[in-house]
């Protein structure tokens, strides 16, 4: 057991390490871009001081002259330069921000999609707005009219989400409810409630005007130096945290129960982690809204699970894929301003997603469709060769003994004669000639068709296997000598190497090596198998 804790906990270190280079690597931009923006707004109030004309704004921003304008317009070559070159200090801002906010996002989300607990993110989301709402509440009875406060704000909505996560527990493990019903009360609760509280603010002179709302659909362009520190250290504080607890969380998500008996702390492991999720939803509110914000927890996670079957690899791919999904929607969102950046962001990590749900080098479409084809091609040569060896197995058999690989090619046999021996039409049948032929097992000579000496050992090596399985479930698994030959059929493509070895091993008093066993059942040249 404590080889298993040390392969759970090696990937720590790595994990780690990733932390420290991106920190490195964000350190000079963060540093740069302060000092830019710090110089722009010298710039701004050295101008507003001198009476100057207000800066150049683009043509086309100039040309909206409602906010109810929603004219679809390609930007332009001078657009695409200057958002792709972060000439706008702001833009520069969101786009650190919102990347930042998708790697953190990302990693949070391996665990929860491994954890079966993809739509928590979605509980705290909605069970958020009462404590957004109150918070608002509580700083306008102290201080009536003042302008809202962000951090106010963030830890009311942090207080609520972790109050709904409790309650979604609490009634899981208290009562026999399952965790989708318990999910479903506490999310219409809470925004229920939010709702109520919401309808309420509109009542209050200033609530119109608090932008409440964009916590709830998000407001990435308004996105300032501070909100780009705080996703900072939240980003900081996340990764650490999965990195130190990477073996606590990786057991925790396989297998709870294993976890629990070997006397880890399970259910504090699993506090942290939805304390983990809390802290990402809220702080990324502001960028794609309570709503959305699930997506950026799931979404490349899910993405990255077809690309990987190992948990470190699928953790910094999470990562990867976030911040990318994250980048790549701002840059779009720069480009077409008509367009929210929160569903651009999410938008684009679902083609993300696409991409990965086709391509995928593990799970993905295209490639399980490959491996189909070829496991059918596999499987069609083999029963092709297989029934060749039968077809020809009395006529080669010498003294009694079964037939050499030699001597199956010193005879040719028609198609009509591997017909009866399977269920084949006959354009499969000609499809499977055709390819055998292609690869060099099977020569065709005047519609007579002959094993070459390749093709020949192919097929006293599929008899063999597939004999041997037969024997195997016949003297060990107590099948019916009338029915292992449909058994053998369902696994003897996919037994590898090891196994035959272990079938040779067991058979090998009454079977030497190098013999094919005599059929254990009558073989049926009427055609009555598939």
């Known amino acids: 057991m404590s080889r298993f804790r040390l392969a759970i906990r090696a990937p720590a270190a790595p994990c780690a390490a990733a932390i420290v280079f991106c920190l490195l690597l964000l350190a000079s931009p963060l540093r740069a871009a302060g000092e830019k923006f710090a110089a722009r707004q010298g710039e701004l109030a050295v ?28 930007p332009t070559w001078d657009d695409f330069v200057s958002v792709v070159s972060l000439r706008n200090v702001n833009t520069l801002w969101v786009l650190l921000g919102t990347t930042i906010l998708g790697v953190s996002a990302g990693v949070v989300g391996v665990f929860m999609l491994l ?54 527990a609490g009634i899981r493990r208290l009562t ?12 219409g609760t809470f925004f229920g409630l939010g709702i109520a509280l919401f309808t309420v603010l509109q009542s209050i002179p200033s609530g119109n005007q608090a932008g409440l709302d ?34 606590e969380l990786s057991l925790v998500c396989f297998d709870e129960d294993f976890a629990a008996v070997q006397g880890w702390p399970t259910f504090l492991v699993d506090t942290v982690l939805m304390g983990l999720v809390v802290l990402v939803a809220e702080v990324g509110a502001q960028t794609v809204g309570l709503i959305l914000v699930v997506a950026l927890l799931i979404v490349p996670a899910a993405a990255a699970r077809f690309w990987t079957q190992r948990v470190l690899v699928m953790t910094l791919l999470g990562a990867a894929l976030g911040g990318l999904s994250t980048g790549l929607g701002t840059i779009l969102s720069a480009l077409f301003p008509n367009f929210s950046a929160g569903p651009i962001i999410v938008l684009t990590g679902g083609a993300i997603f696409a991409v990965s749900l086709v391509f995928g080098a593990r799970r993905g479409m295209a490639w399980r469709l490959i491996t189909l084809i070829q496991m059918r091609n596999r499987v069609g040569r083999h029963d ?58 099977v020569v065709v000579d005047q519609k007579q068709l002959r094993l070459t000496e390749a093709g020949a050992a192919a097929a006293r090596r599929a008899a063999r296997n597939h004999r041997m399985w037969e024997l195997f479930l016949i003297q060990h698994a107590d099948v019916a000598p009338g029915r292992v030959d449909r058994y053998a059929d369902q696994i003897e493509h996919v037994l590898e190497p090891d196994v035959v070895r272990e079938l040779e091993d067991l058979l090998a008093r009454g079977y030497p090596e190098l013999a094919v066993p005599a059929s254990p059942h009558a073989l049926e040249p009427a055609g009555g198998k598939p």
């Open 384 to 441: 092709l060769l297989r029934a060749f060896y039968e077809a020809l197995e009395k006529s080669s058999a010498r003294n009694g003994k079964p037939a050499a690989a030699a001597a199956l090619t010193e005879r040719s046999i028609g198609l009509d004669d591997l017909l009866v021996r399977r269920r084949w039409s006959p354009p499969r049948l000609r499809r499977l000639v055709a390819a055998a032929r292609r690869q060099g097992l």
């Open 115 to 168: 954890r079966k607990r993809s739509l928590a993110g979605d509980v705290v989301g909605h069970a958020s707005l009462p404590g957004i709402a109150v918070a608002f509440l509580v700083c306008e009875a102290i201080s009536p009219g003042a302008e809202k406060s962000l951090p106010a704000l963030l830890v009311g909505a942090a207080v609520s989400g972790l109050a709904g996560v409790l309650c979604m």
């Open 176 to 187: 026999r409810i399952k965790e989708d019903a318990a999910l479903a009360i506490v999310l």
């Open 214 to 247: 964009k916590f709830i659909f998000g407001n990435a362009a308004s996105m300032l130096g501070g909100d780009l520190w705080l996703l900072a250290i939240t980003a900081l504080v996340v990764l650490l945290s999965c990195a130190l607890l990477f073996k």
């Open 47 to 74: 101008a507003a001081q001198n009476d100057a004309p207000q800066r150049h704004v683009p043509r086309r921003d100039a040309d909206h002259h409602s906010l109810t304008d929603t004219r679809w317009q390609w």
